[in-house]
């Protein structure tokens, strides 16, 4: 008996527990066609934890009909089924294939709806527009999370003027941060006050990814807003200011970045070393020999670093 012969038998087993092990046998055999056929009827097994399985298994296999399958388990009564299902499907990289999840990312169920705009996110279908426009007024915060990211990753124009909206104005912080994140795709000037506005956003997850973002598009306008944001209550925030700055190469940033050298966390401490070497100011020079006598390594390391390039900037170092 080969091994396809012993998944075949271990599928017909009365033991749910050994029509699982007998999927996780198919992925030995190297019969595509054949382990394709045995997954799909598995997906109509009687037992909610074989159904799982086998959607899991067909993650490896980017065919028509094991799309075609999966998509009604995302409705499946058992949520462990329809989780497999649609961490199958987020997987999808054939655009083709992905055109079969249009339909989906419009339906009435939020979790349906929010796996299919999932699983389009990174496929890039043009077709993806419309449906993710007007996810962005669904109820559940998941749905429009997803939408953003799918406009995030077309990067139309047309979404601009709503991506904004969203970032400064969904009730949902984690909807305004993917909203922030996805403006950096924007190489429109607009989008650098809806940025800076975020940076006073009252979560402080969506003022650091205004931080990252502005550092991103590299909008020199938005230095002063990034060096007040140095002092925001987060640290984290800061550390985005922080490496912001030092892409904009924003010389006013020079004094604030050097008091933080001193700031309890090393990460921020790292940071602005970094910072104040790509911006190349001398004014930064005592700070930075102090801060060779800096705890941690990685700390010094940076500021011997930044030390180095004001030195190549034709400065005298000591």
């Given amino acids: 008996m080969n091994a ?9 087993s009365a033991d749910a527990a050994v029509r699982r092990i007998a999927i996780l046998e198919l992925l030995e055999i190297s019969d595509e066609d054949a382990v394709v056929e045995l997954l799909l009827a598995a997906l109509e097994d009687t037992d909610a934890d074989v159904r799982a399985e086998a959607a899991r298994a067909l993650e490896g296999f980017e065919r028509g009909e094991a799309v075609e399958a999966l998509l009604p388990l995302l409705f499946d009564p058992v949520d462990d089924v329809r989780r497999s299902a649609a961490s199958t499907l987020a997987e999808l990289k054939d655009a083709e294939l992905g055109t079969r999840l249009l339909p989906y990312a419009s339906s009435p169920d939020s979790f349906v709806r929010s796996t299919a705009l999932r699983a389009l996110r990174e496929l ?14 669904a109820d559940d915060p998941a749905v429009r ?26 009730r949902d912080p984690l909807v305004r941060r993917a909203a922030v994140g996805a403006l950096s795709y924007a190489s ?91 911006i190349g100011d001398s004014g930064a020079i005592p700070s930075l020999e102090r801060a060779r006598e800096d705890p941690d390594a990685d700390v010094r390391k940076l500021a011997a670093l930044a030390l180095n390039k004001i030195a190549g900037a034709g400065f005298s170092v000591r």
């Fill in 188 to 278: 429109d000037a607009r989008v650098v006050a809806t940025l800076m506005r975020a940076l006073a956003d009252q979560w402080w997850e969506v003022r650091e990814e205004a931080a990252v973002t502005l550092g991103r598009l590299g909008f020199v306008e938005a230095g002063a807003s990034l060096v007040s944001a140095l002092s925001d209550p987060y640290w984290q925030v800061r550390v985005g200011s922080a490496a912001a700055l030092g892409r904009l190469r924003v010389r006013e940033a020079v004094p604030a970045l050097s008091r933080t050298l001193t700031h309890e966390v090393s990460n921020l401490r790292k940071e602005a070393a970094r910072a104040l070497g790509e």
């Fill in 4 to 12: 396809l012969e012993r998944a075949v038998l271990g599928l017909k």
């Fill in 145 to 170: 999370r997803e939408a953003v990211s799918v406009l995030g990753y077309l990067k139309n124009p047309s979404a601009l003027d709503k991506l904004q909206v969203v970032a400064l104005a969904d």
């Fill in 124 to 137: 890039c279908i043009p077709e993806s527009l419309a449906p993710a426009l007007d996810a962005l007024a």
